[in-house]
């Protein structure tokens, strides 16, 4: 495919989105951004690595933050522009690129050659994962999720008109807990490649 591809991923917690894009990005041989794109960005703005981990798509503090004349002094807001920037940036340079979250659905909306896909599953295959990956009980990897959920959902929502997760933000959701991690996958490349062809 010698077009421009942004594929764009918003995902649950344990619904394997992330192992998804990492899957997707190998057979399609495009570059990833997700937490790794930190380093290139904090490098790029001058600030502190650490910074950006800290306060990587996390809610703002609303008691600790202020707005005035459209100028913030919120970190959050900050770091988040300074990451929709840096894809927007890499779109205009023509790259292809698969990212993970970052409201990425929502910076690439009106961009022709970008795809937006949500990924969800059913509970118990999100706990099974959760439990597994991260040695928990199962009432603790349902608080574990309902948390991460939880700040994704009003991350997103502070900079995006769409609410996270609604069908009609995504070209595509799909249910990972359906067909499983590998047969999403397939799928994924068939639509993909379809959708480019």
């Known amino acids: 495919m010698d077009k421009q591809i942004i594929i764009t991923i918003g995902r649950e917690f344990g619904s394997g989105g992330h192992v998804i ?44 933050s202020r707005t005035v004349n459209g100028h ?61 990956k991260f040695n928990l009980s199962e009432s603790d990897a349902i608080a574990k999720m309902y948390r991460h959920d939880r700040k994704r959902k009003i991350y997103h929502n502070r900079y995006s008109k769409g609410k996270w997760g609604d069908s009609r933000n995504y070209d595509l959701c799909i249910k990972s807990s359906a067909l499983g991690i590998d047969k999403t996958v397939e799928s994924l490349i068939s639509t993909i490649q379809s959708r480019f062809s």
């Open 21 to 64: 894009a990492e899957k997707l990005a190998d057979k399609l041989n495009l570059p990833l951004y997700d937490k790794k794109m930190i380093s290139e960005v904090a490098q790029a703005s001058g600030m502190d690595e650490r910074v950006f981990e800290k306060y990587d798509e996390k809610p703002v503090n609303v008691f600790l």
């Open 72 to 132: 913030t002094n919120s970190i959050e807001d900050h770091i988040a522009e300074k990451q929709f920037d840096f894809l927007k940036k890499k779109a205009e340079a023509g790259e292809s690129f698969i990212v993970v979250g970052r409201c990425a659905e929502t910076v690439f909306k009106n961009n022709p050659n970008a795809f937006h896909i949500f990924i969800l599953a059913d509970k118990e295959f999100k706990v099974k994962r959760v439990t597994e």
